[in-house]
């Protein structure tokens, strides 16, 4: 491949601009020479890109974002760094997209890849969003970031998440503590997605105001949500009647995600699982939408990915030994 030299030229307005975008010690330039292959030697306001023709192109995508989140946020992470690689890796692009703004202001809820972004699209567009796919795909995540910005800009009044109480390989019953000790450990996810999203104090006020609920799915029996967003997640856990008693609680003015992952179904041998049920049975009905993640839209740690590929192999594998 022929090594090809591009020059950078950056207008940064002072000294702790360039500090932010270089990153102490350059540490955002080793970031991105280490994803691209690519050197890079900083000078004063311009960069030299040295490299392969198409790794110099990437490192400069990198940079050119990079450099745009810095103007208009002001600053820039060593988390943002490794962001825009991994959008760049997934080739996403979120221009146009309206920015998905929640309360705290350090964190910054964008896709990672064009399954992500069209699960976005999705969830913005259609009342009733059912989203399936493997750990890491950020199923919840997104569901909560979602419904944090419509609050956020008074689009909907409050939000409640659930969560079925199935538990894998143990009862709830041999568990010490009251009810809420008990079934806390289910909807401590939920609760970590909200943690990302607004101060904890923040948090603690709003649950206390009602204004967000994060409850086990049968405290939803008998209610009619109204202007809210509602999330129920590992829905594949639920039964034909669960996942109906959800779907119809549904009220004016709000939106539903239903999010799962149907091949980790805890469901006792033999019992249905509701998610599989309502998406065979709603398929065709307008503002009902079907997003299916896979192992590409993974953006945990990249071991999460690989592990995930291996079980399928060997379960592949297994089908054909069968």
Same mark, same amino acid.
């Given at each position: ?6 020059? $950078?030229?950056?207008? +940064? ?18 970031? $991105? ?23 110099? #192109? ?25 962001? #825009? ?11 146009? %997209? ?15 890849? /064009?399954?992500?972004?069209? =699960? ?20 919840? =995540?997104?569901?909560?970031?979602? *419904?944090?910005?419509?609050?956020? /800009? ?25 009810? !809420?000790?008990?079934?806390?450990? =289910? ?9 990302? %999203?607004?101060?904890? *104090? ?17 405290? %939803? ?9 509602? $999330?129920?997640?590992?829905? !594949? ?20 995600? $239903?999010?799962?992952?149907?091949? !980790?179904?805890? +469901? ?14 709603? !398929? ?6 079907? #997003? ?22 060997? /379960?592949?594998?297994? /089908?054909?030994?069968?």
């Amino acid at each position: 491949m022929k090594e090809e030299t591009l020059e $950078i030229r950056l207008h +940064l307005d002072s000294d702790k601009q360039r500090l932010e975008l270089f990153g102490p010690r350059d540490k955002h330039l080793r970031l $991105i020479r280490g994803a691209t292959g690519v050197e890079i030697v900083a000078r004063q306001d311009s960069l030299l890109l040295r490299g392969d023709a198409p790794d110099v #192109v990437r490192a400069g995508e990198v940079l050119d974002r990079i450099h745009k989140r810095l103007i208009a946020r002001g600053a820039l992470s060593e988390q943002d760094v490794h962001d #825009v690689i991994t959008q760049l890796e997934h080739r996403v692009s979120t221009d146009g %997209m309206e920015p998905i703004t929640v309360f705290s202001h350090k964190a910054v809820i964008e896709p990672f890849t /064009k399954g992500q972004l069209h =699960y976005i699209e999705k969830m913005l567009k259609n009342d009733l969003t059912f989203c399936t796919g493997p750990a890491g795909t950020g199923k919840t =995540y997104l569901a909560v970031a979602v *419904a944090v910005s419509m609050l956020k /800009k008074r689009q909907i009044r409050r939000i409640v998440l659930a969560r079925p109480a199935v538990e894998a390989g143990e009862k709830l019953g041999f568990l010490p503590g009251d009810l !809420q000790a008990k079934v806390n450990p =289910y909807l401590r996810p939920l609760f970590d997605s909200l943690e990302d %999203m607004m101060e904890f *104090a923040q948090m603690r006020k709003f649950m206390e105001m009602d204004i967000i609920e994060v409850i086990p799915l049968a405290f %939803m029996r008998g209610r009619t949500l109204n202007e809210a967003v509602v $999330i129920c997640d590992e829905a !594949q856990n639920t039964s034909p009647q669960q996942m109906l008693m959800v779907l119809t609680r549904l009220g004016r003015g709000s939106k539903m995600i $239903i999010t799962g992952d149907i091949t !980790q179904v805890d +469901l006792e041998t033999g019992q249905t699982s509701g998610m599989i049920d309502a998406k065979r049975t709603l !398929q065709g009905i307008p503002g009902i939408a079907f #997003v299916d993640l896979d192992e590409s839209d993974i953006v945990r740690h990249r071991l999460v990915q690989n592990i995930v590929n291996a079980y399928e192999r060997r /379960k592949d594998a297994g /089908k054909a030994d069968a």
